[in-house]
């Protein structure tokens, strides 16, 4: 069955630096959501891509959706310690999602 | 304020016994859907229901059951044919009109079987 892998799972950045977590695809996606879920809490939509070759921004945060729709990436520029938590990708109409990279940022 | 609320946040239950986890949303939502989340993996599909009165089975739903008899409530049932069933449960839902299904969470319930 289709299945969506992100890699790094755990991703330890010093505050100031930058990071990426990226988003694979067996198969051709539909659309490619990004949720970042806090320590004890629950996921919260960022965003959702749809085109191909598509790119988004909010902030420091850039999303990318690749031109065969079969990837994503996330960056994050200068980190902050509020941008701790795990990130999830989600892609296709029944929303297949990742397992997540964690993301730790050490003042 | 508008939405998803899950009871209780922590529950504990004996090995064996059936628990219903509660799922209320207000947000005139017509999708609604349950995960699971174990660590170090992503979001398990368990259910989900696009309409009252119906709803599918997602990608582990053995050992689950779900009803849909009211718009706002979506609740899940853990029968004690679930093999392994501590985990992190979480609620959303989908607004109307929305083609590729962006989904608001609820808080999740963190169920431990003793």
């Known amino acids: 069955g289709q299945q969506v892998m992100q890699i790094p799972q755990y991703q330890h950045v010093q505050e100031g630096e930058d990071f990426t977590t990226y988003c694979n695809s067996s198969?051709?996606?539909?659309?490619i959501q990004w949720y970042k879920q806090r320590p004890g809490g629950h996921p919260v939509f960022l965003i959702q891509?749809?085109?191909?070759?598509e790119v988004k921004k909010q902030k420091r945060l850039t999303f990318q959706f690749g031109e065969a729709k079969k990837n994503s990436s996330l960056h994050i520029t200068a980190t902050q310690t509020t941008d701790v938590g795990t990130y999830f990708c989600?892609?296709?109409?029944?929303?297949?999602f990742g397992q997540g990279t964690e993301l730790s940022v050490k003042p | 304020d508008g939405g998803i609320t899950q009871s209780p946040k922590y529950l504990f239950r004996k090995e064996g016994q059936n628990v219903t986890l509660s799922c209320e949303q207000n947000?005139?939502?017509?999708?609604m859907y349950w995960y699971r989340q174990d660590p170090g993996q992503g979001l398990r599909l368990i259910y989900y229901?696009?309409?009252?009165?119906?709803?599918q089975k997602g990608d582990i739903a053995e050992g689950y059951s779900v009803s849909r008899e009211k718009k706002e409530s979506f609740p899940l049932t853990v029968t004690s044919a679930q093999k392994n069933p501590t985990a992190f449960y979480l609620c959303?839902?989908?607004?109307?009109?929305?083609?590729?299904?962006?989904?608001?969470f609820g808080p999740g319930t963190r169920l431990t079987v003793l």
């Open positions: 959303a839902s989908s607004p109307p009109g929305t083609v590729y299904n962006e989904q608001f």
């Open positions: 198969t051709t996606l539909s659309n």
């Open positions: 891509l749809v085109k191909s070759g």
């Open positions: 989600a892609g296709g109409g029944k929303l297949i």
């Open positions: 947000l005139n939502h017509d999708a």
């Open positions: 229901s696009q309409i009252v009165n119906d709803f």
